[in-house]
């Protein structure tokens, strides 16, 4: 769109009656063609406009220039005198009245691009055959279109010790580099981590970390590492997970949608064999340019993780689950549902008979199962935040028409209904462009002025916001953040920390700086609320009034690439499928009829949230729970959580692999993951990203896992199956059937949509203040990005560069404790203690942050929510227990 | 109708009664192929016995038939199968596929491929006519050992691919691909 747009006049006649030149532009001529271009554009970018293709290595567009390479030397002329030289067209700017000569009309040009392609390849070795770049590589391709056919050089070539890991995750080898400066410059410049430079001089000049400078120090811990590799243009940065998996011609590519976080970030994926090989960026502007961040980028083995299920299962007489078909799985579910929907009780339902022993009592209705009491009766819905709109669409329209109920929650952690209150005015409904509720997009993070990010740490919780948002500080704006320490993504973005007591954070936005709220109430100014607000009560409603205090626009950053559809499609407890309000009668009549079941009437009840439905299954109030993609130890209590699946007549469970849920499931249906299915997902933007199937699982070997058929669907169609079984129509067979009519749902909610918000405040209960007196020690915590997370199995080269999980605590704590930096440290809580290395930070005193889940090296994870600490509530340190130093540390 | 109508029918068969048969006695008597005769592939072997193919897929991409299937593999100084740092994981040739045309030996960097003059490729089982590494590995020759094993005739890829002929003289073993003729049954 924008190539044709922006395509400038051109005319290949000296003719007298040209237009004038347009404001701001200079006109030029290149390979005497004359144009007009924008004043300060490269020559070579006014080349590519035209369709000459200047050969290049060191230039991107998304890069400030460099000249590193100069392999795009053109001839010159300004005011009648040619330049003594060919110059570099990749950092000249176009000039009024500029004479340009290519390759392609210049001879003196084409000489010098085959001496500096010469010059480039006199010490690269002829790898091609073993290198992961062959095929695809920028090298290789202009080395045949511009380079000589003979080499001149005899003699023997520089080499090095090869390959280099620079990272777990990158390669490096410095044999094959041609020093064009792209890692480094991206490092530098896009994502702020300057872990690799240039060293050396001279012939020995090349890239490297501090560790290889020196023998020790820091390596390439970067989120955003593997973006070198793909714009690396000769192989010398490889990626470890992908080494001499395939050839490009091998591959099959396809475009998709980031699965792993709220960005919506458009990807490329490579496969071959029925198995994703590689993902790569794919290039949105408007959304992630060319970047992603190495969880998009190498996490995506999980679809061939062993524990992948591939049919359905049906828990048997003798307490096991066994495969069984789908007619038989779906009609044993739809069974079980009815009844426990009904509170028929359950017969026969062998569930739950795996040992107890960890099963803590946790409430006291459990143990007194013999005594007579109302029966259970409902069935509660816990989809997960992972779901694609479609299947998000279909869980909501399940809940409500098959089980009859509002129990559905799909945010699988920490939640209020404050949030839920503050979701409905400012985010259900929106998105960008949306004449009546526009949303804040990157292309307005990028304009804005101002930027206040609130209860989110971007590089952890959503990383190409980070980007994004290190573009715009680069560019002027002002980008604070409400946290407790200078962390990473606040170092980057150019380190404005509005320091806050955790906890404390509403009576930190109440009295922010004078300057700030100023610059908050200029037209532009953007805050971004992450999902963790919700940890503490009146966060939600202090950022609400601050918007309304200054104007500026509010954006919700989730981490799950599902919460947001999940949001618009009712899948939480006040809000129908559309938006509307559940205690909204008119909006359940708009729904009903939209629905084409006029006269109907959808339950009224208001829905209860995730704890809620927990609390209910494990006192024995609900008879059953549908789960979807819920890892419990994401759950605010794990342990309730345990509880709830045993205790519940019937769980049925939709999961991709096996987990805690299906271990405790009566019915176990397989769903299809990302890449085996259509969909949408709806990122923080509300933007819709649409994205087709990567692997069809229907044909051939592609969908075989450890050499068994997997026979999965998209979770829309499953539910609709087994709504059919259970009487009930949902018109969800596929994708495009769902997407379609969630549009028109939503079109006929509109009117309910904006009432949404009054019902809810209305129904709003004010959970009871239940911090008493100033603790001692405060805990600050959020999730890292990468933490032993489900979709992250199988990628030992992506964990090798999760950052390490430590304690932080200011100098004076420190001391205070009498904590030891690089000493282990005991963080503990009601439920249980997690040891870690201390490092200092600047924390307010009194403050201790930790990651809020920690993988272990046994595989399983800690939590700081099993441990029974949030953020902000109180905490205990106990320092000096084992002396270890962080080297030896376990973790 | 002519008095001879009905013996000039037999003139091409009398006529070929007289010449040599171009019948052959096959398979009791063998037939000598062309020296460059395309038969069965094999993949050959550095003089101490490791494997020359690198896994590159070059001639995975050449082939016309899509008859071949490579998968590289890293090699470690702990498990060697060729010098250098990659090697074939995984090969295979579909002879339900292969055309004979040759491309792929053509395309081979290393001359780890060559075509045998064996050209007895007949089977009554589809699966069995997938050839898979072993079975189209030259086989060990006397000196050569079985890979993985650490680079015997230098000190990396480089002196192999330089040097190796000349070692290989001087170790007195040989290379196999000069003898490749040799090797095929037909030939003896």
Sequence with gaps: MTAASERAPERTTQDEDLPPVPEGHVRLT?????????????????????????????????????????????????????????????????ADG??????????????????????????????????????????????????????????????????????????????????????????????????????????????GTEETAFGEGEDFQSYYSGNTIQICPVGALTSASYRFRSRPFDLVSTPGVAEHDSSGASVRRDWRRGAVQRVLAGEDPEVNEEWIDDKTRFAFRYTQAADRITRPLVRGADGALHDASWTEALERAASLLIAARDGLGVSGGPSQTLDDSDATPLTPGEGEEDTEREPKRGVGVLPGGRLTVEDAYAYGKFARLALGTNDVDARARVSSDEELDFLAAHVVGTGPGHV??????????????????????????????????????????????????????????????VRAVPGEEPVALDALPDELDAALAAPGAVILVGERAADVPGLYDAVGALANRTGAKV???????????????????????????????????????????????LPATPGRDLTGILRAAADGELAGLVVGGVELDDLPDPALARAALREAD?????????????????????????????????????????????????????????????????????????????????????????????????????????????????????????????????????????????????????????????????????????????????????????????????????????????????????????????????????????????????? | ?????????????????????????????????????????QLNRHPDGLEKCVGCELCAWACPADAIYVEGGDNTDEERYSP?????????????????????????PTRSLTMTNEYELADDDRQDLIYDKERLLAPLLPGMEQPPHPMRLGEDEQDYYVQGPEMARRRDVHDSTSDEIDISGAAR
């Design chain 2, 84 to 108: 250098g740092e990659r090697y074939g994981a995984i090969y295979q040739i579909n002879y339900l596929r292969c055309i004979g045309c040759g491309l792929c030996i053509e395309a081979c």
């Design chain 1, 436 to 497: 009546w509720a526009p949303s804040v997009t990157y292309g307005a993070l990028e304009s804005a002025r101002t930027v206040l990010c609130v209860a989110l740490e971007p590089e952890e919780e959503a990383p190409i916001v980070l980007l994004r948002l290190r573009k715009a500080a680069r560019a002027g704006t002002r980008v604070h953040h409400l946290g407790q320490w200078s962390t990473p993504a606040v170092v980057k973005t150019g380190g404005h920390l």
């Design chain 1, 30 to 94: 290149i390979d005497d063609r004359i144009v007009d271009a924008p004043q300060g554009e490269l020559i070579i970018r006014t080349c590519e406009r035209l369709g000459i293709v200047v050969p290049r290595f060191c230039d991107h567009p998304l890069l400030d220039p460099a000249g590193a390479c100069r392999q795009c030397l053109v001839e010159v002329e300004m005011n009648g005198r040619p330049m003594p030289k060919p110059q570099a067209s990749c950092t000249m700017t176009v």
């Design chain 1, 98 to 207: 500029m004479v340009v000569k290519t390759q392609m009309t210049s001879a003196v040009a084409d000489k010098a691009q085959q001496g500096v392609m010469e010059l480039l390849l006199i010490n690269h070795p002829l790898d091609c055959p073993v290198c992961d770049k062959g095929g695809e590589c920028p090298l290789q391709n202009q080395a045949m279109s511009s380079g000589r056919a003979e080499s001149r050089f005899v003699e023997e070539k520089r080499t090095f010790a090869k390959p280099l890991p620079i990272s777990d995750e990158v390669l490096l080898d410095r044999e094959r580099c041609v020093l064009c400066q792209r890692c480094t410059r991206f490092s530098r410049q896009i994502a702020g981590d300057q872990f690799i430079e240039l060293l050396e001089r001279g012939a020995h000049q090349q890239i």
């Design chain 1, 555 to 601: 954006a919700w950053v989730p981490r799950r690439a599902g919460e947001r559809g999940a949001l618009d499609a009712g899948l939480v407890p006040g809000l129908l499928p559309g938006g509307g309000a559940v205690a909204d009668a008119g909006a359940r009549a708009a729904l009903a009829s939209a629905w084409g079941l006029a006269g109907t009437e």
């Design chain 2, 1 to 41: 109708m002519g008095l001879f109508d009905g013996v000039a029918g037999f003139g091409v068969t009398f006529s070929t009664m007289f010449r040599k048969v171009v019948t052959e006695d096959y398979p009791r008597v063998k037939k000598v192929t062309a020296p460059r005769y395309h038969g069965r592939h």
């Design chain 1, 650 to 891: 019937v769980v049925v469970s939709l999961e991709q692999r096996h987990s805690e849920v299906t271990e405790l499931a009566d019915v176990v249906l397989p769903v299809a993951p990302v890449i085996h299915k259509s969909g949408t997902f709806r990122n923080w933007e509300g933007r819709d990203r649409r994205f087709a199937t990567t692997i069809d699982p229907s044909g051939g070997s592609a969908g075989h896992v450890g050499g068994r058929a997997a026979i999965t669907l998209p979770d829309c169609r499953v539910l609709d199956t087994l709504a059919v079984e259970m009487d009930v129509d949902l018109f969800t067979q596929t994708p495009d059937v769902a997407a379609a009519e969630f549009t028109r749902v939503a079109a006929a909610l509109t009117d309910a949509r904006s009432a949404a918000h009054g019902h809810l405040a209305a129904a709003r209960q004010t959970p009871a203040e239940e911090r008493g007196g100033e603790p001692a020690l405060r805990l600050a915590s959020w999730r890292q990005l990468l933490d032993g997370g489900r979709l992250l199995v199988d990628e030992p080269e992506l964990a090798g560069t999760a950052r390490p999980p430590r304690i932080r605590v200011s100098p004076t704590t420190a001391t205070r404790l009498g904590l030891v930096e690089g000493a282990m440290a005991g963080l503990e809580g009601p439920r249980g203690a997690l040891h870690l290395p201390v490092e200092l930070a600047d924390l307010p005193d009194d403050v201790v942050w930790a990651p809020a889940r920690v993988p272990q090296p046994d595989g399983g994870v800690v939590t700081l929510a099993a441990l029974g600490l949030t953020h902000g509530g109180p905490v205990a340190v106990t320092g000096g227990q084992r002396d270890l130093t962080i080297e030896e540390s376990p973790a």
